[in-house]
């Protein structure tokens, strides 16, 4: 089983920058993180675990929901094991857990991701 760790999550006023990484180990045999698509996923008090951004296995194309387009960039390096999330020009409204999780197809939603992080605490705040 994939092990997921996040780090990088804070408190940050609004306007400001943080970098999310995602740390991948321990891969099922015959299997290596380019086989992974990776997304990251977020989840704000008594609301649902809503996407933000996904990568293919390669890095070579990135999906992302609209709010945060042009401000969350995602990538990857494969030789690291790790991805990013860097999220820039934050809003009081991006404050969440932010999870990173993996899976072996590709799409927005939750069921279709097998391994969760424990998740990073976000928190955008004057």
């Not at 994939?2 to 609004?14: A, I, K, M, N, R």
């Not at 995602?22 to 086989?35: G, P, Y």
């Not at 934050?90 to 991701?113: F, H, I, M, N, Q």
């Amino acid at each position: 089983q994939v092990q997921l760790v996040e780090s990088g999550g804070g408190l940050v006023q609004p306007g400001g920058s943080l970098r999310l990484s995602c740390a991948a180990s321990r891969f099922a045999s015959r299997l290596t993180v380019e086989h992974y698509a990776v997304a990251w996923f977020r989840q704000a008090p008594g609301k649902e675990r809503e996407f933000v951004a996904a990568i293919t296995g390669s890095g070579g194309y990135a999906n992302y929901v609209d709010s945060v387009k042009g401000r969350f960039t995602i990538s990857r390096d494969n030789a690291k094991n790790t991805v990013y999330l860097q999220m820039n020009s934050l809003k009081p409204e991006d404050t969440a857990v932010y999870y990173c999780t993996g899976t072996t197809g590709w799409g927005r939603s939750v069921s279709l991701y097998q391994v969760w992080g424990q998740g990073t605490q976000v928190t955008v705040s004057s």
